[in-house]
């Protein structure tokens, strides 16, 4: 997945969100202060988030905590050099599992 992904599927959850809810995406913009264009671009993951614009939004849709909007876990698809593995036979299957470890846990 590209970097915009997790944009998209924060638009996604707050597009859901405030459809749920009957509100209309004036009035949430209003509440968060952009206009109804910057909301609708958020909405379809055109448009980055600051964080600030991200808790008032959560905030604006009775979200418990900004974790209601944004994907429980996401992986990155950066493209970095192989990971080389020395002194031990491993599998191709371990190798694989391995190196996913290994990129994933550098994210966090």
């Known amino acids: 997945m590209s970097d915009m992904e997790i944009y998209r599927l924060l638009g996604l959850a707050a597009a859901k969100r405030r ?23 958020i909405e379809t993951g055109r448009q980055k988030v600051l964080l600030h614009h991200l808790y008032r939004l959560a905030t604006a849709l009775d979200c418990a905590s900004i974790l209601d909007l944004v994907p429980s876990a996401f992986v990155f698809t950066d493209e ?29």
């Open 19 to 41: 459809t749920s809810k009957g509100l209309t995406q004036a009035e949430v913009a209003a509440k968060i202060g952009l206009t109804r264009a910057s909301l609708a671009n």
């Open 80 to 108: 970095s050099e192989p990971v080389t593995f020395y002194g031990s036979d491993v599998s191709d299957q371990q190798r694989a599992q391995l190196e996913h470890f290994i990129r994933t846990a550098g994210k966090r």
